[in-house]
């Protein structure tokens, strides 16, 4: 078994505060890796691919990642009783071009020679929502990036090497390269796809935080 990375130790980690099971509403190993590396005991219960549709509206970034964050928790509160469910959504941006998860690898080439030696912003949407209370939250955190200039040669092996798959942007942070830099706001977890730090201040002052959702949404 690999060592963990270093972004991983030293997590923060708050209680629940409805004292509901940690439900995480995603799929994706890295955020499930984060949440066991702060000591959180949680299930999974991935939302549907549906969930991260919709109609193509004229939306920032920002307001992209909440929605969604927001739509994936939906679609999991529908399913589950007396649970704390937690979503997120992560993407890139270089401009005015937002950038989700390549569709193929032509696509996530494309990201890459686009991010090259570009500064670039990655922003998470959270979404946490009680089904006890009826309470929900949504934030997004953002970073920005610097990304070295990159030959053929680098893009072609980490292309060849897979990791692009499933990942905002077409690159993963945690991925052992030296080519990435977060310039503002560094929260690694963030860049990874779970802002911990921010997620542990959202449990410790839910209570505040939290609105209560309309029930017409369940």
Known sequence: MSEPLPLMKGLPRAKIPTGEPLVLASGS??????????????????????????????????EMVAR???QKAVDV???RKRSFILAADTL???GDRILGKPKDRDDAESMLRLL??????????VCVWSTGTDQCYVDVVRSRLQMSRLDNEEIEEYLD??????KAGGFGYQDDNDWIEIVENDSESNVVGLPMERFAEILENFAKL??????EVR
């Not at 570009?118 to 949407?125: A, L, M, S």
């Not at 090497?161 to 499933?166: L, S, V």
Request: charged share 30%; glycine share 10%; proline share 5%.
């Open 210 to 215: 939290a609105d209560k959702v309309q029930k």
């Open 116 to 125: 090259s030696g570009q500064k670039h912003e990655v922003f998470t949407g």
């Open 161 to 166: 090497g897979g990791k692009w798959q499933g």
């Open 77 to 79: 509160v529908r399913r």
């Open 92 to 94: 890139a941006a270089c």
């Open 29 to 62: 190993p890295r955020r499930a890796e984060l949440l066991r590396a702060a000591g959180y005991d949680f299930e999974v219960c991935p939302a549907a691919d549906t969930a991260e549709c919709g109609v193509p509206y004229k939306e920032t970034a920002v």
């Open 68 to 70: 969604l964050a927001f």
